[in-house]
Protein backbone atom coordinates (compact mmCIF):
# COMPACT_ATOMS: atom_id res chain seq x y z
CA UNK A 1 0.00 0.00 0.00
CA UNK A 2 1.17 3.68 -0.59
CA UNK A 3 1.95 5.78 1.78
CA UNK A 4 -0.03 8.54 0.27
CA UNK A 5 -3.20 6.48 0.94
CA UNK A 6 -2.19 5.78 4.72
CA UNK A 7 -1.85 9.31 4.85
CA UNK A 8 -4.97 10.12 3.12
CA UNK A 9 -6.77 7.85 5.42
CA UNK A 10 -5.28 9.75 8.12
CA UNK A 11 -5.84 12.88 7.28
CA UNK A 12 -9.40 12.31 6.80
CA UNK A 13 -9.87 10.74 10.18
CA UNK A 14 -8.77 13.62 11.89
CA UNK A 15 -10.33 15.89 10.01
CA UNK A 16 -13.80 14.84 11.13
CA UNK A 17 -12.21 14.60 14.93
CA UNK A 18 -12.58 10.91 14.70
CA UNK A 19 -10.18 8.22 16.68
CA UNK A 20 -8.89 5.15 15.23
CA UNK A 21 -10.89 3.53 17.29
CA UNK A 22 -14.08 4.93 16.51
CA UNK A 23 -13.54 5.07 12.86
CA UNK A 24 -12.83 1.41 13.32
CA UNK A 25 -15.91 1.17 14.38
CA UNK A 26 -18.06 2.94 12.05
CA UNK A 27 -16.13 0.40 9.60
CA UNK A 28 -16.61 -2.58 11.02
CA UNK A 29 -13.16 -3.30 11.39
CA UNK A 30 -10.76 -3.83 14.24
CA UNK A 31 -8.74 -0.76 15.53
CA UNK A 32 -5.41 -3.12 15.16
CA UNK A 33 -6.41 -3.29 11.53
CA UNK A 34 -7.33 0.38 10.59
CA UNK A 35 -3.78 1.07 12.78
CA UNK A 36 -1.38 -0.99 10.67
CA UNK A 37 -3.37 0.38 7.64
CA UNK A 38 -2.07 4.10 8.76
CA UNK A 39 0.84 3.39 9.44
CA UNK A 40 1.90 1.46 6.39
CA UNK A 41 2.20 -1.97 7.87
CA UNK A 42 -0.50 -3.41 6.17
CA UNK A 43 -2.51 -2.67 2.58
CA UNK A 44 -6.51 -2.93 3.05
CA UNK A 45 -8.49 -4.70 0.50
CA UNK A 46 -10.71 -3.38 -1.68
CA UNK A 47 -13.72 -3.87 0.23
CA UNK A 48 -11.81 -2.44 3.67
CA UNK A 49 -11.23 0.26 1.29
CA UNK A 50 -14.96 0.91 0.70
CA UNK A 51 -15.79 0.19 4.35
CA UNK A 52 -13.21 3.26 5.33
CA UNK A 53 -14.44 5.53 2.59
CA UNK A 54 -18.08 4.95 3.94
CA UNK A 55 -17.03 5.55 7.36
CA UNK A 56 -15.56 8.88 6.90
CA UNK A 57 -18.14 10.07 4.05
CA UNK A 58 -15.37 10.21 1.51
CA UNK A 59 -16.00 8.68 -2.05
CA UNK A 60 -13.91 6.33 -2.66
CA UNK A 61 -11.90 8.02 -5.60
CA UNK A 62 -10.66 10.55 -3.17
CA UNK A 63 -9.02 8.21 -1.10
CA UNK A 64 -7.42 6.29 -4.28
CA UNK A 65 -6.64 9.41 -6.13
Known amino acids: MSA ?5 IKR ?3 ERE ?4 KLAEKAGLAQSFLSNIENGL ?4 LK ?10 VPLN ?3 R
Open 62 to 64: DLL
Open 48 to 57: SLEKISKALD
Open 42 to 45: QSPS
Open 18 to 21: LTQL
Open 12 to 14: FRK
Open 4 to 8: KLARK
